[in-house]
T-cell receptor, first 115, second 114 residues
């Protein structure tokens, strides 16, 4: 597809279960970002990948959160032992990277509900 | 650490009213500035961006923003809003070098009454 694709669009899980959220960026985009959107909290930066560089993980809220990007393309965000406060919309964005690029292209998001 | 403040969380306007949404950031170096919009049920999309040059930038749908370096501000404006401008607006900042991390504000929900 032409845009950023995220799956699943909705995920309901029980507290304590692990979840995986997938992001397929725009082809050719070297930079990929994960954000968390909660009501009243705006977009909270989680992690970003730029090419082959080490990812910037400074926004991950706890060691239950991890992400990887395989082959410089698809990324998976994993949340282990989910808690109710993890309920949010998880957004993925990509861009072509580099100093002069600007526009982040966002996916539709994955809405996670932890019961 | 960088931060972005959007002081107006909810704004309600009548059609044809003028709009100004505030955005302030905390970072002393070179910055790139953005406004994104999220219409109901849609994904976030870029309204406008500032990198350098003329501090008054124009974006899509009649929006504009002014970068005032001395005030660390990048306020969004539109002279006459329409019902279709009902959306959530996010300001974002990226350092001009060294990192490509975008920091977003908490957003402003705008409701335009027809």
């Amino acid at each position: 597809g032409a845009g950023v694709s995220q799956s699943p669009s909705n995920k309901v899980t029980e507290k304590g279960k692990d979840v995986e959220l997938r992001c397929d960026p725009i082809s050719g985009h070297t930079a990929l970002y994960w954000y968390r959107q909660s009501l009243g909290q705006g977009l909270e930066f989680l992690i970003y990948f730029q090419g082959n560089s080490a990812p910037d993980k400074s926004g991950l809220p706890s060691d239950r959160f991890s992400a990887e990007r395989t082959g410089g393309s698809v990324s998976t965000l994993t949340i282990q032992r989910t808690q109710q406060e993890d309920s949010a919309v998880y957004l993925c964005a990509s861009t072509s990277g580099g100093a002069n690029t600007g526009e982040l292209f966002f996916g539709e998001g994955s809405r996670l509900t932890v019961l | 650490a960088q931060s972005v403040s959007q002081h107006n969380h909810h704004v309600i306007l009548s059609e044809a009213a003028s709009l100004e949404l505030g955005c302030n950031y905390s970072y002393g170096g070179t910055v790139n500035l953005f406004w994104y919009v999220q219409y109901p049920g849609q994904h976030l999309q870029l309204l406008l961006k500032y990198f350098s040059g003329d501090p008054l930038v124009k974006g899509i749908k009649g929006f504009e923003a002014e970068f005032i370096k001395s005030k660390f501000s990048f306020n969004l404006r539109k002279p006459s809003v329409q019902w279709s401008d009902t959306a959530e607006y996010f300001c974002a900042v990226r350092q001009g070098s060294g990192t490509y991390k975008y920091i977003f504000g908490t957003g402003t929900r705008l409701k335009v009454l027809a």
